[in-house]
């Protein structure tokens, strides 16, 4: 074989013509597809990126907000419990230290002045002309209920916790219990466990007289002076007063 023959052996044939005119026309066709398909893929990509990057930040600002939520509940459970712990017995105690005593209306029965109609007996007698003689009790010899002031004193102070789900409410609660002394009528006729103060008030006024009318039957006001609950108590017994002239008048004109 000579060398222009094998030149012409290397040359390319109809074959590889037809092969390599394919190919183009598939680059032709295909490459534009596909760089529209890789540039769509990217678009995508870059806007998974984006939601990725917008997700995390919300992540991070959840996890930040929860972190802060956090801390200010432990850091508010540490000051109550830091300003419980940390005051002293004395003052969170006061008021009910300072109120240990009070005052309340007691019922209790007292003589009437004696009256001149009868004898030191206080008996009502009448002489019959057959020599006879009848006696009967007068009215001045009824014993008459007025209110007076009477002392109440502390007795229990009770305490307990209460967990709840709301930090807006108390956790720890102080509650009292009162008991009248032993010169109050509710040692012979009532239970000292019966005793009740629904209200402690620092002075009789138009309040306390509003209180009065909604206080339940077995309630007491309590007053923390003396001359407060007096004032309270004259105006209870002038209520009676009227009660017993309106009675006594409504049996006159019968």
Not at 190 to 212: A, G, P, R
Not at 232 to 245: A, G, I
Request: charged residues 40%.
């Amino acid at each position: 074989m000579d060398y222009d023959d094998y030149e012409n052996y290397y040359e390319p044939s109809e074959v590889d013509q037809l092969i390599e005119e394919f190919r183009d026309k598939i680059r032709e066709h295909l490459l534009p597809n596909i760089q529209e398909e890789i540039d769509r893929l990217n678009k995508e990509n870059n806007e998974l990126r984006i939601k990725f990057n917008e997700y995390k930040n919300k992540e991070s600002e959840l996890n930040s907000k929860e972190r802060n939520l956090k801390y200010k509940e432990d850091n508010l459970k540490r000051e109550v419990e830091r300003e419980f712990y940390a005051s002293n017995i004395g003052d969170t105690l006061k008021d009910y230290i300072d109120n240990s005593e009070v005052w309340f209306a007691d019922s209790k029965g007292f003589s009437q002045d004696k009256c001149s109609l009868c004898n030191d007996k206080r008996k009502l007698v009448a002489n019959f002309s057959n020599g006879k003689t009848t006696e009967i009790s007068c009215d001045c010899s009824k014993i008459i209920s007025k209110y007076v002031p009477e002392i109440s004193e502390l007795s229990t102070i009770k305490f307990s916790k209460r967990d709840s789900q709301y930090q807006s409410e108390r956790e720890f609660y102080l509650w009292k219990t009162f008991v009248p002394s032993g010169k109050s009528s509710y040692y012979d006729n009532h239970s000292y466990n019966d005793f009740k103060l629904c209200q402690i008030v620092d002075e009789f006024n138009d309040t306390t007289k509003e209180l009065d009318k909604d206080r339940k039957y077995d309630t007491k006001i309590g007053f923390k002076t003396k001359a407060e609950c007096q004032k309270y108590c004259d105006w209870l017994n002038r209520d009676k007063t009227e009660e017993v002239k309106d009675i006594k008048d409504e049996e006159d004109e019968d």
